[in-house]
């Protein structure tokens, strides 16, 4: 089916009047660059000389950043540590123009923090600091109450699960029953293991892989893609399933309809990141009134762009709509 590129065009036009609500684990993402030219005489390891380090938004601070990017407002809502860290992370959200009033502080948590020694453009260790128990019941009622005071300000939910602790059975079940009442739109990033989780959502995006875990199922063939589609359709009942398949592009499940995307990368240098721009465009152009088709196709073009970028990237409305154009031209 040919999408006309004005249409699309409209709706990326319509970005930058929403606001979206991201709940989930916020992550820290630290890296440390150096170099190797000797082993380590107290064990069989490598030395690595630092000599720069950087400190970057994860998890579901980088989707905020990637909807900002987009032109839509944000506000993130999840759990930090009352620890150096913490300030660290806070300070990076509100740098990128991203609301932290719905961020909880509890001090009897880490800060969420990945550590990636690189030296030579070879990750040698990756170091995390985190705590993966599900959140206190006061913590996850904080979380609620705040929603319940602001979700009618919102436009569409994300919830982003990165197994860290803050997405649970129950915050689930009390944010989408809220979304229902308030007919908001509430999309997933999944994590495999929470399978059950996520039942009644407007649309969810796992990766092959995940959707793999989460039905309990190896393909052996692309063929079978939409068996493992219809299996998980079937159990958790969302609106949408938009399933990405790297270099084959994405597919997408509504009901009994089914449509294959090819994708619209034109190089891949990094994958880092490419599921949460998917996600972030998908609930915007949703949010902006686009079909599941029209919004799939948006994301697309989007994950084409960031694969195509160094790093956790993201890209904005111009980068999007001159993608589009060269493509259907």
């Known amino acids: 089916m040919k999408i006309p590129i004005q249409r699309l065009k409209n709706i990326i036009a319509k970005f930058k009047n929403k606001k979206i609500l991201v709940v989930g684990d916020l992550i820290l993402d630290h890296y440390i660059f150096g170099k190797v030219d ?3 005489p107290e064990a069989p390891v490598p030395v690595v000389w630092a000599n720069k380090e950087n400190f970057v938004c994860g998890g579901a601070a980088n989707v905020g950043l990637n909807i900002v990017s987009l032109g839509a407002n944000v506000s993130l809502c999840g ?5 150096h860290f913490g300030n660290v992370l806070t300070s990076l959200i509100k740098r990128g123009n991203i609301d932290t009033s719905l961020i909880i502080k509890d001090s009897k948590r880490p800060t969420t923090m990945k550590t990636r020694v690189i030296a030579q453009h070879q990750q040698m260790v990756r170091i995390d600091w985190e705590s993966t128990e599900f959140l206190s019941l006061e913590t996850s009622k904080k979380i609620l109450n705040n929603v319940y005071k602001k979700i009618d300000s919102f436009d569409a939910v994300i919830i982003e699960d990165y197994g860290k602790g803050v997405i649970n059975p129950t915050l689930v079940g009390e944010l989408v029953h809220l979304c229902q009442q308030k007919k ?5 990033d999944p994590k495999e293991e929470h399978f059950d989780y996520y039942v009644n959502v407007t649309a969810m995006t796992p990766n092959l892989k995940e959707a793999e875990a989460m039905a309990n199922m190896k393909i052996k063939s692309k063929d079978e893609i939409s068996l493992l589609a219809n299996i998980i359709m079937e159990r958790l009942k969302p609106k949408a399933l938009l399933l990405t398949l790297g270099e084959d592009g994405m597919m ?9 995307i090819p994708t619209a ?9 490419a599921g949460d721009t998917v996600i972030a465009t998908f609930t915007v152009s949703l949010a902006a009134g686009a079909s599941h088709l029209d919004a799939a196709t948006i994301s697309n073009y989007a994950a084409g762009i960031v694969v195509g970028k160094l790093g956790a990237a993201t890209t904005n409305p111009a980068e999007l709509i001159k993608r589009i154009q060269e493509k259907k031209n």
């Open 38 to 40: 000797r082993i380590s």
């Open 252 to 260: 997408l499940f509504t009901g009994q309809a089914q449509h294959h």
């Open 265 to 273: 990368a034109l190089e891949v240098f990094d994958v880092t990141g």
């Open 184 to 188: 908001k739109i509430v999309t997933v």
């Open 79 to 83: 759990v930090l540590g009352g620890d």
